[in-house]
């Protein structure tokens, strides 16, 4: 075998091999949305089904404390309004987070909701949330958005304080258009 037919024989593996990886790169995408969605993790960008908005169930014997809290990755400003509020459970409450784009250009953002303690997140059930979608600001724009939830009134009794907290991040990498 001459080194010519060699090299074209190794040219070849190396082909096959590297259309096989970016294959399977492409293939997690779904593979991995699909996991998400299974066990249950996926959670941020759903509304939660069981969510009624017109739930008339309030427990007014027992209060809960909503800690509000934000995170932002990159360049936004992102945070409540206000640090925390009282609720009873079953109570329809509306908070809201502002953002700020500060910068010259379109961004593109979602956010992710976390609750502590964990026991809370089954009861915890947002009616209309500004996660439940990609989130595009314009160039120097500021936005007001509001957070619909109440807590199911089957909640641990022994849940006296929580943390909703939002983590918002830029999507989509550096978009120019304004």
């Known amino acids: 075998m001459s080194t010519g037919d060699s090299n074209r024989k190794m040219l070849g593996k190396l082909l096959v091999i590297a259309v096989m990886m970016f294959g399977f790169g492409y293939a997690l995408i779904p593979v991995y949305k699909h996991l998400c969605e299974v066990l249950g993790i996926n959670v941020l960008t759903q509304r939660d089904g069981e969510a009624d908005p017109e739930n008339t169930q309030v427990d007014k014997t027992r209060s809960i404390t909503v800690e509000l809290d934000s995170n ?93 907290s939002y983590t918002f991040f830029e999507i989509g990498g550096m978009d120019k258009k304004s």
């Open 72 to 164: 932002v990755q990159g360049t936004l400003r992102f945070r409540p309004t206000q640090n925390s509020i009282t609720v009873h459970p079953g109570e329809m409450v509306t908070v809201v987070y502002e953002v700020v784009n500060s910068l010259p250009r379109l961004v593109k953002a979602q956010a992710i909701p976390s609750y502590t303690p964990q026991s809370v997140t089954p009861h915890f059930r947002k009616v209309e949330c500004f996660c439940f979608k990609e989130q595009t600001l314009k160039a120097n724009e500021a936005r007001q958005m509001p957070v619909m939830f109440y807590i199911d009134p089957a909640v641990p009794k022994e849940i006296k304080v929580m943390t909703m």
